[in-house]
Nanobody, 119 residues
């Protein structure tokens, strides 16, 4: 029932920008905080950004702070990740996740979207 579908990835030059989207369905989207993770080749998956259910608070990994912006549109059941000033180190598969809660202790992941930053 729960479904998260990422889109917007692609190939971009260093210094360029991309906007990722994660369309959610199958649950009351506005009741959940959401997160973006990424996984680079040969590396562990890492938390990139998070946003509260209402969108009133956000947090970022230090490596992306000032460059990435997470936002959401609850009317569209969508969370976004605007990525500016991209670096080759940002190359990864980016995943949208609905975090576990105390009453439903399971994470839900999207299928991921590839972001490649290269000249």
């Amino acid at each position: 029932q729960v479904q998260l579908v990422e889109s917007g990835g692609g190939l971009v030059q260093p210094g360029g920008s991309l906007r990722l989207s994660c369309r959610a369905s199958g649950f009351p989207f506005s009741n959940y905080g959401m997160t973006w993770y990424r996984q680079a080749p040969g590396k562990e998956r890492e938390l990139v950004a998070s946003i509260t259910s209402s969108g009133d608070s956000t947090n970022y990994a230090e490596s992306v702070k000032g460059r990435f912006t997470i936002s959401r549109d609850n009317a569209e059941n969508t969370v976004y990740l605007q990525m500016n000033s991209l670096k080759p180190e940002d190359t990864a598969v980016y995943y949208c996740k609905r975090p576990r809660t105390h009453w439903f202790p399971w994470d839900y992941w999207g299928q991921g979207t590839q972001v490649t930053v290269s000249s």
